[in-house]
């Protein structure tokens, strides 16, 4: 049997996951058993993979393996912005051909259409809402990406409106801002909200195991999957595990493991938040990259994401979330001064997946084996666009989406463990340096 040895550990410390109602305990995976199919991760991607599979073979036996708990993962620890195009306006390519960048928001767009659909027949509370998303610069820098990104957005014919520094402040009631950009078919939800919404309505062929880590795999076809509990056998795995495929020898020396990290106050109290003014809620997208994600939420609390680190076994360690925890207190502080006494309740990372050259890993991977993963950091929409698609894969559907992502390449060799590290750090450093002010 093949260990796995590259597994998640996420503690109890993820401010959106601590804040829903306590759920019926986890029923993780017990003895021996038979599935059609198995999918192991329960994050967007898995979700996707095994409701459509559910929806396709209504008569199959389909098993979802989830090493925690479903929305206290990096999908629950997400910024809840289920995208339709770049979220990051100087990536690589974006707006470069016209083509390439429709079909880019095609497949997001797909995502954010199945998801919704989830959220419209089930009823899922979690603040659901397409409330687009507003890209914010303070810094002159941060003003000419804004300009950079109008432009692409005239290129590709998609809708903005520019916002100068007095519509800004009114709209977001924080004097920080210069100048602004918003683009309206962005949804902003309660992430962890919404995956264990997806989960407590899989089709009723899904046996979904949380608290099963997959820690040892005998791969065939048939495979043989082992968690601590159980033992799972299957013609048909879908890999659905983000980055910790690598755990399963997929794609190693190939992907780049960070973490990145969210911290959220407590509700404000009628009067702090009456301080601010502007809009109850908003979505702020930093125009730099490097800079800080900040959401205000609809129960009161403010959201604020930055901070990329390096970690070679995507692990979550207490230094980097002290270090992290402070640096978001300096953003919240500089954009908040009248709230500089309002403590963080929570901070948390998340683990990420990305890919030197930013192309996903889609497909069959072996004989009975697909995948559906690494997102470079926009899973909600991608991730779900490509669970659904690996789903239909897997039954014999095609479709114009799916040739798309047969058409991507993969992620290309990364260089020996050591010099990675040294240089994503580096460069993470670089950027953060450059972001100035945006952090
Ligand atoms: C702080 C933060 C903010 C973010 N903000 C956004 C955002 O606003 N918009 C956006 O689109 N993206 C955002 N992301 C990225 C997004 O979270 C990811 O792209 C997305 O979660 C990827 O989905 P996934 O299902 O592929 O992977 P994951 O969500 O990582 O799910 C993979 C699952 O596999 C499970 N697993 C791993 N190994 C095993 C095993 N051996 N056995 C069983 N289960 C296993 C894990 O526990 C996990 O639940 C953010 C991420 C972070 C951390």
């Not at 979904?208 to 082992?226: A, F, K, Y």
């Not at 980055?243 to 969210?262: D, K, S």
Request: glycine share 14%.
């Amino acid at each position: 049997m093949g260990a796995v040895t590259l597994l998640p550990r996420y503690d109890r410390d993820n401010g959106w996951f601590e804040t829903l109602p306590e759920r019926p305990p986890a029923t993780p995976l017990s003895g021996r058993v038979d599935a059609d199919v198995v999918v192991v991760g329960a994050g967007f991607t898995g979700l996707a993979a095994a409701r459509r599979l559910g929806e396709l073979r209504p008569d199959a036996s389909i098993v979802l393996l989830e090493a925690g708990l479903v929305g206290n993962n990096a999908a629950g620890r997400s910024s809840g912005f289920a995208i339709d195009h770049a979220h990051n306006l100087r990536a690589k390519g974006f707006g470069d051909t016209a083509e390439h960048e429709r079909r880019q928001i095609g497949l997001n767009r797909a995502g954010q259409e199945y998801l919704g659909s989830a959220v419209a027949a089930h009823g899922i509370d979690c603040g659901w809402q397409w409330a687009g998303k507003t890209h914010a610069a303070c810094t002159t820098r941060g003003a000419r990406h804004l300009e950079h990104f109008a432009d692409s957005l005239d290129r590709i014919d998609e809708p903005y409106e520019v916002f100068d520094e007095a519509a800004t402040v009114d709209r977001l009631g924080i004097d920080f801002y210069r100048h602004s950009l918003h683009t309206p078919g962005t949804v902003q939800m309660q992430p962890a909200a919404l995956v264990r919404g997806l989960a407590d309505h899989l089709p009723a062929n899904i046996a979904l195991h949380e608290e099963s880590p997959v820690t040892g795999i005998d791969l065939g076809p048939p495979h043989e999957l082992h968690t601590g509990g159980g033992t799972v056998r299957t013609p048909e795995l879908v890999l659905a595990n983000n980055g910790f495929a690598e755990g399963f020898g997929i794609a190693r020396g190939r992907l780049i493991p960070v973490i990145t990290w969210g911290s959220m106050t407590r509700p404000l109290t009628h009067q702090e938040s009456a301080s601010i003014g502007g809009d109850r809620t908003w979505g702020v997208i930093p125009a730099d990259p490097s800079g800080t994600t900040v959401r205000r939420l609809d129960d009161g609390r403010i959201l604020v994401r930055n901070v990329y680190s390096y970690s070679r076994r995507s692990r979550i360690d207490g230094l980097a979330r002290e270090r992290a925890g402070r640096a978001h207190r300096r953003s919240f502080e500089r954009r908040f001064p009248g709230l500089a006494r309002v403590p963080f309740e929570y901070t948390w990372g998340g683990a990420l997946s990305m890919a030197r050259n930013g192309q996903p890993l889609f497909g069959r991977l072996g004989d009975g084996l697909l995948g559906a993963l690494v997102h470079n950091g926009t899973g909600i929409s991608r991730g779900t666009i490509c669970g659904r698609l690996v789903a239909e894969m897997a039954c014999g559907e095609g479709s114009d989406l799916l040739d798309m992502m047969l058409a991507m390449g993969r992620p290309n060799r990364n260089l020996p463990a050591p010099v990675l590290g040294w240089g994503v750090r580096m460069y993470t450093r670089r950027l953060q340096l450059q972001a100035g002010r945006e952090m």
